[in-house]
């Protein structure tokens, strides 16, 4: 087993592992455990997924929680591009890689040297991750499904516990902290004056728009 295959079946095992949560979160905020499995299947980028169900369990629409997700899923497409000059698939393979372009198998891909390594830690990961995400976001949602009220466990608000989760990690900087205090302050002064799920798109303009201005500013 080389170095990137140890390293893509590592993060597989840690993150396919959290696909419990999503799916007992994913049945908490209202998705059949066929929805919530679909879900996972299709969007595949847990990021999106904790915004979409967010927005679902806090009253907010479909075309709301699609915009959310979509918003937070913009970064697979810069690591689409990257990815492509760095594995050259050939174009059969392409559909396929840009599935499974999510933050691990990037991770996985450029922290490696050798071209072979590369695609190898990149398939390593993404296969690995999509089998591993999607087993335990079913067992979670027979399991979600299985607890009855998610008021009752306390899982009506654990979607936004999740998400912050995930954010946490990334606020090593000044300028990601910056974004996420002004995102913060928007969503606050947004939620009393418009539709569920509407802040959160509202949020991640600002934080656009404050993201331009600092690679501007680094720049010049």
Same mark, same amino acid.
């Given at each position: ?17 959290? %696909?419990?949560? +999503?799916?007992?979160? #994913? @049945?908490? /905020? =209202?998705?059949?455990? *066929? ?5 996972? !299947?299709?969007?595949?980028?847990? %990021?999106?997924? +904790?915004?979409?169900? #967010? @927005?679902? /369990? =806090?009253?907010?629409? *479909? ?5 959310? !997700? ?151």
């Amino acid at each position: 087993m080389t170095p990137a295959v140890r390293m893509g079946v590592s993060i597989a095992l840690a993150v396919g592992l959290y %696909g419990i949560s +999503f799916g007992a979160l #994913g @049945v908490a /905020s =209202g998705l059949s455990v *066929l929805q919530t499995c679909a879900l996972s !299947a299709l969007m595949f980028t847990g %990021g999106s997924q +904790f915004a979409f169900i #967010g @927005v679902v /369990s =806090g009253g907010g629409t *479909l075309p709301a929680a699609f915009a959310a !997700a979509s918003l937070l899923g913009v970064r697979n497409a810069v690591y689409a591009v990257q990815l492509n000059a760095l594995l050259k698939p050939p174009w059969a393979l392409r559909p396929l890689q840009a599935h499974l372009t999510i933050d691990e198998s990037t991770a996985t891909a450029a922290a490696q040297l050798d071209p072979a390594e590369q695609r190898r830690g990149f398939w390593t990961a993404g296969v690995g991750v999509w089998i591993l995400w999607n087993s335990f976001t079913l067992v979670g949602a027979l399991i979600g499904s299985a607890l009855g009220d998610p008021a009752a466990w306390g899982l009506d608000g654990a979607a936004v516990a999740a998400f912050l989760g995930l954010l946490w990690p990334r606020l090593r900087q000044r300028d990601p902290v910056v974004v996420a205090v002004v995102a913060a302050f928007v969503t606050l002064v947004a939620v009393p004056f418009v539709p569920p799920g509407i802040p959160i798109i509202l949020a991640a303009a600002a934080s656009a728009v404050i993201a331009v201005w600092q690679h501007r500013r680094a720049r010049d």
